[in-house]
Nanobody
Framework: QIQLVESGGGLVQAGDSLSLSCEVS????????MGWFRQAPGKEREFLAA???????YYSDSVKHRFTISRPHAKDTMYLQMNNLKPEDSAVYYC???????????????WGHGTHVTVSP
């Protein structure tokens, strides 16, 4: 059974950086895509970034140039480096995995439980 576990959330100040991790465990294969999403209170889930098995990346306009998604080779861990954080970035951040059809911002098959990020002014 595949499981996704996010970590790295916390409370930071505006302008700070934060790095989130998503560890994939279980029976995994290299040919899948992964993505980061977030959901703020009272708002719909928002796609942020995705990375495919060939390291292609795709970003939403809202985080492009501030966030970087990565997945080191041969490691079942994905990262989201977030720079110049703003109060509006406060949300629960989720990682997701899909076998390809969801690329880049469709309906992913598997989800983690999320990690909270709070950015104070």
């Amino acid at each position: 059974q595949i499981q996704l576990v996010e970590s790295g959330g916390g409370l930071v100040q505006a302008g700070d950086s934060l790095s989130l991790s998503c560890e994939v465990s279980g029976r995994t294969f290299s040919a899948y895509v992964m993505g980061w999403f977030r959901q703020a209170p009272g708002k719909e889930r928002e796609f942020l970034a995705a990375i495919s098995w060939d390291d292609s990346t795709y970003y939403s306009d809202s985080v492009k140039h501030r966030f970087t998604i990565s997945r080191p080779h041969a490691k079942d861990t994905m990262y989201l480096q977030m720079n110049n954080l703003k109060p509006e970035d406060s949300a629960v951040y989720y990682c997701a995995l899909d076998w390809g059809a969801a690329w880049p911002n469709g309906e992913y098959d598997m989800w983690g439980h999320g990690t909270h990020v709070t950015v104070s002014p």
